[in-house]
């Protein structure tokens, strides 16, 4: 896989995250609430914009955004049993691993192949 498509691959994860975010998160009093509409949701969409942002600009540290938007999903999805029957942080958790994985994996192969 080359790099090119590592990170087109990564910043549609990301996108993918975005998307998540306007899928069911949780239940409150009898109402699904939206990601966009739960605190944690309008920071991971902010941050996977971030996240796109820095891939197309070319810095290596994209790889951190992801994470951190991975972290947070993956909380959110395993927080309590709600979360377990909940789509939307489960795909947006999914989707910033993966591009978390293709973040590391292209910035290893850069410092490989710019080694002396």
Same mark, same amino acid.
């Given at each position: ?5 590592? &990170? ?25 609430? +939206? ?39 993956? +909380? ?10 909940? &789509? ?29």
């Amino acid at each position: 896989m080359t790099a090119a498509v590592r &990170l087109r691959v990564a910043e549609v994860a990301a996108a993918v995250v975005v998307i998540s975010s306007f899928l069911p998160w949780t239940v409150e009093d009898d109402r699904t609430l +939206r990601g966009v509409q739960v605190g944690d949701g309008q920071v991971i969409v902010l941050t996977a914009v971030v996240t796109i942002v820095m891939i197309r600009l070319g810095s290596r540290l994209a790889w951190f955004a992801a994470g951190f938007s991975a972290a947070v999903l993956w +909380r959110q999805w395993f927080e309590d049993e709600v979360g377990l029957q909940s &789509l939307g942080p489960l795909l947006g958790a999914l989707a910033a691993s993966v591009a978390v994985g293709l973040l590391v994996w292209n910035m290893l192969a850069d410092i490989r192949e710019n080694a002396p």
